[in-house]
């Protein structure tokens, strides 16, 4: 997968697994930009959801993804699927997140900070990122995600 940047960001229950995977990428050599937020103080996951899925969004080279992460991943999924060209996916195994960019081309990875180990969330994130979108019988699908 040709990956230009990941921007990432968390709520306070997400922090340190978000600095942990921000360091991991850099052994990688991957940019990524941070959202925030800058500490594990109380934080509402919405703040950070928006950033991240509009600085994706506006990327119109499919060279740009995302990782959300707070403590049961929903809230900030669901804030983030709710910008038009964002197919964010809430990840738990590394299955599912294969599943996830080969069948729905998904452009976010969510994690579950409070139900997910350090080692499964690295696991998830080199597998969705190494993942290609399989397309045929699934790029009718996924041009049907979009209300607009």
């Given at each position: 997968?040709?990956?230009k940047?990941?921007?990432?960001g968390?709520d306070?229950?997400?922090?340190?697994?978000?600095e942990?995977?921000?360091a991991y990428?850099?052994t990688k050599?991957i940019?990524?930009?941070d959202?925030?937020?800058?500490?594990?103080?109380r934080a509402d996951?919405?703040?950070?959801?928006?950033p991240v899925?509009?600085?994706?969004?506006?990327?119109?080279?499919?060279?740009?993804f995302?990782?959300l992460i707070?403590?049961?991943g929903n809230?900030i999924?669901?804030?983030a699927n709710?910008?038009?060209?964002?197919?964010?996916?809430l990840?738990?195994?590394?299955e599912?997140?294969?599943?996830?960019?080969?069948h729905?081309?998904?452009n976010?990875?969510?994690l579950?900070?409070?139900?997910i180990?350090?080692?499964?969330?690295?696991?998830?994130?080199?597998?969705?990122f190494?993942?290609?979108f399989e397309?045929?019988?699934?790029?009718d699908?996924?041009n049907k995600?979009?209300c607009?």
């Open positions: 997968m040709n990956i940047t990941i921007a990432i968390s306070h229950a997400g922090f340190d697994l978000k942990t995977l921000k990428l850099a050599g940019t990524v930009k959202f925030g937020p800058a500490s594990d103080a996951y919405p703040d950070y959801a928006h899925a509009s600085f994706v969004e506006e990327d119109k080279t499919n060279q740009t995302g990782i707070c403590g049961s809230g999924n669901m804030t709710k910008h038009q060209e964002i197919r964010s996916a990840c738990w195994m590394p599912i997140a294969e599943l996830a960019r080969l729905n081309n998904a976010i990875l969510v579950p900070a409070r139900y180990s350090i080692d499964e969330a690295k696991k998830c994130v080199d597998v969705f190494s993942t290609e397309g045929g019988r699934h790029t699908r996924v995600i979009c607009v």
